[in-house]
């Protein structure tokens, strides 16, 4: 590849950074109106009552515990694909990477909010976390849904590390090809990245020591959900 | 140390449903009117079960109450992640409403159904907002909620033992249901007095525990039915 395509290339790539269409903002405005409605749905829930998600006795968990596990399924899809991939040198796996680990990184998410929205007084969410609060009592660490957040937000720092990671000479690209506001945002997102060889040398360890560390977190997170519905005597 | 339980014999259930009156009045449950009902959301912490047998006109009907089995090893306490299933000294299985944030947990492990989630604030139609038990609490939406061995009453013997510097004597303490039971089917006490009414109904060699083979230790005891009528 001559640099002329190289650079032609980049540019290419990088134009919609700099220029906005408006299917773009259109695009912005209907997902966002779907984002609004699902927030008004959750605030209805939480003024009139759990009723209204139509759960009923005597099966408690339903649309809600089956959306977590469905996003955090999709969230299998990417990190941990990923991880393998780069261990064994997949070089077909390249264009897909990114895509795939923001995938995993959006799934938990996305994922991780459906177990508040699922709580009857998801005000109180924050009793499930480990801290040390006025009432003197720890979660119970007996309980399946404490180690869910553990577990999930495991996973999710270190997929965000691991989609983050690499992400940084493409920061620096844009920084180096940009002006304005944009080019000081992407100076601090690119973290004083250079090009040097002791910096790629530096990243290649960092990626591939995180691609190992990520399997067996992956596959915790995904034991750990699945004790959710093992530990219950009635089937579910 | 007490060890509450309770004995019910079917064979004296008659299936009238006193009980199940009596609890909602002693417990402040809230009725949630036909329409939550019909969608299976009513809240009877103690529920008279049918079962038909036979084919018509042979039939037979069988009624068995059930309310919480306050489980030695109960499914529904390990995994509530704020210990708002609670086990108390007593062996008593408590549910501190204040500690509850509605994960729905318990009520899921729950082999015996007998967990029930406030959907809504509770109403009470008039003039029943008048008849409110002061020693019980209102549970607000959002939490669960389950037959608690009328603790309440458990607490006042036990204080007015104290203070009167005595034991607590067999049937100095009764349930809502026990009390209201005409035909005196169900029998509540102290299981560690060998001689107390209960222990000696939990003895019988008719008596049954719910669901037996799960392992959960149920403190309730049915003695099931001898007679064919």
């Known amino acids: 590849m001559n640099p002329e395509t190289a650079r032609r290339i980049n540019s290419d790539l990088l134009q ?10 259109l695009l912005v ?45 999709i969230s299998h ?35 991780a909010m459906f177990p508040i929205i699922h709580l009857g007084r998801p005000w109180l969410a924050f009793w499930l976390f480990p801290y040390p609060s006025e009432r003197r009592i720890w979660p119970n ?45 992407y100076g601090v997102l690119a973290l004083g990245w250079q090009g040097t060889p002791k910096q790629w040398h530096r990243l290649e360890s960092a990626m591939q020591i995180l691609a190992i560390a990520i399997i067996p977190v992956a596959v915790s997170v995904h034991t750990i959900v699945s004790f959710d519905f093992s530990m219950a005597p009635v089937p579910m | 140390m007490h060890r509450w339980g309770m004995a019910v014999d079917l064979d004296s259930c008659t299936g009238c449903g006193a009980c199940v009156t009596a609890c909602h009045a002693e417990n402040n449950i809230p009725t949630v009117g036909p329409d939550q009902a019909a969608r299976g959301r009513a809240m009877h912490w103690l529920r008279v079960e049918r079962y038909w047998e036979g084919e018509f006109p042979d039939v037979r009907l069988k009624f068995r109450p059930v309310m919480c089995q306050h489980c030695d090893a109960a499914p529904c306490e390990p995994v ?23 994960t729905r947990y318990c009520a899921n492990a729950c082999p015996y159904n007998v967990r029930f989630f406030d959907f809504f604030n509770p109403i009470w139609e008039k003039p029943l907002d008048v008849q409110l038990n002061p020693d019980v609490s209102v549970r607000e939406v959002g939490v669960m909620e389950k037959c608690t061995f009328c603790i309440q009453r458990i607490n006042a013997a036990e204080i ?6 005595q034991a607590l004597k067999d049937g100095d303490v009764t349930t809502a249901c026990a009390q209201a039971c005409p035909a005196k089917a169900i029998v509540f006490g102290d299981l560690n007095d060998p001689a107390s009414e209960v222990s000696r109904l939990s003895r019988s060699p008719r008596g049954r525990k719910l669901l037996d083979d799960l392992g959960t230790l149920p403190k309730v005891t049915y003695l099931e039915r001898q007679s064919e009528a």
């Open chain 1, 16 to 25: 919609p950074l700099v220029r906005t269409s408006w299917r773009f903002w």
């Open chain 1, 29 to 73: 405005v209907l997902l966002g109106g779907i984002v609004l409605l699902g927030g008004g749905a959750w605030l209805y829930q939480m003024y009139a009552g759990f009723g209204v998600s139509g759960v009923r006795w005597p099966i408690f968990w339903a649309f809600y515990v089956t959306n977590f596990v469905f996003w955090i399924g």
């Open chain 1, 77 to 111: 899809a990417g990190t941990l694909i990923s991880a393998i991939l780069r261990l064994v040198n997949a070089r077909w796996r390249r264009p897909i990477t990114r895509c795939a680990e923001v995938i995993t990184v959006f799934a938990l998410m996305i994922g």
């Open chain 1, 141 to 185: 660490f007996r309980s399946p849904l404490v180690w869910d957040f553990f577990a999930i937000n495991t996973y999710l720092t270190g997929s965000l590390l691991f989609l983050l990671l690499p992400i940084i000479p493409d920061f620096a690209l844009v920084r180096d090809r940009t002006t304005g506001w944009r080019r000081r945002i």
């Open chain 2, 80 to 102: 509530c992640p704020t210990y708002a299933s609670h086990h108390t000294e007593e062996g008593l299985n408590a549910q501190i409403y204040n500690r509850c944030i509605g």
């Open chain 2, 160 to 165: 007015q033992a104290k203070a009167d510097k």
